[in-house]
């Protein structure tokens, strides 16, 4: 049973750009956020199967809705996120005081390491990827190794689009990997490709990448993902997954998708 963290999208809109997604001259709809927000939360739980858990939305948030932003949880640990940007940093303590509440044992990092949590920590159970540059720093996965006492493989980002790990990487429950590999530097890219086999690697191709194919949910043999991934949703159905597209159209304006709006707590 996956559980997964959500934050309703009631203050949800284009208040600042912090990605090249973002335009506040290109707002969001309130009232779609909410309906296609909605529609991604009914077909993880009566499709996928997944149990959801939810926090408070809180004024002046816009962002909070991305929870997988908040923290990196294992084994009822939580290393919760220092945002690089100023206009997110305000979501720290939010996502803070859930993590206490729900009695998960909180280990912050220094205050001066940037880390966006499991937006830029993505795996499988063997090993993780890690990514840095564009938002977490590459020196907080030493310290993340130790904490969680797993193998952390730090992969470079360089695409300003692909941002965050989980734009450009999909780590599928079979061992299967979505990724995008222009959104990696070249070291990077080999790193991806000694880890996981050729055959179990898609690279999803560029108007699919750039729709967030890759910020797909997994449950089992589920995955939730953007509309718009034709090419995705076929390789996905011939490795035996069961692809479900949900259009989440206004959150990509924030440069998020289906699964920045979910933190996996377990
Ligand atoms: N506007 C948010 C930001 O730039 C979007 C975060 C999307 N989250 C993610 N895990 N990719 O930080």
Redesign the pocket.
Known sequence: MSRLLMCPPDYFGIEYE??P??RVSNQSDGDRARTQWQALTRVLEDEAGAKLEFMEPVPGLP?LV?T??ASVLHEGKAVPSR?R?PE?QREERHFIDWFTKKGYEVIKLDAELYF????DVLGFPEFWFGGYRQ?TDIRAYDKLSTIFSKIILPVELVDQRF??L??CLCPLSGGELLYFPPAFDSYAQTVIAAHVEQSKRFAVPSPEAERFAC?AVCVDRHVVLPTGCPETMAWLNQHGYIPHPVDLDEFLK???SA??LTLALD
Do not use: P
Not at 116 to 119: H, K, L
């Open positions: 912090i990605n997604w973002m962002d991305f997988a932003n945002f940007h997110r966006e949590g499991a937006g938002r941002y965050h989980d734009t910020n924030a440069g998020g699964k920045c």
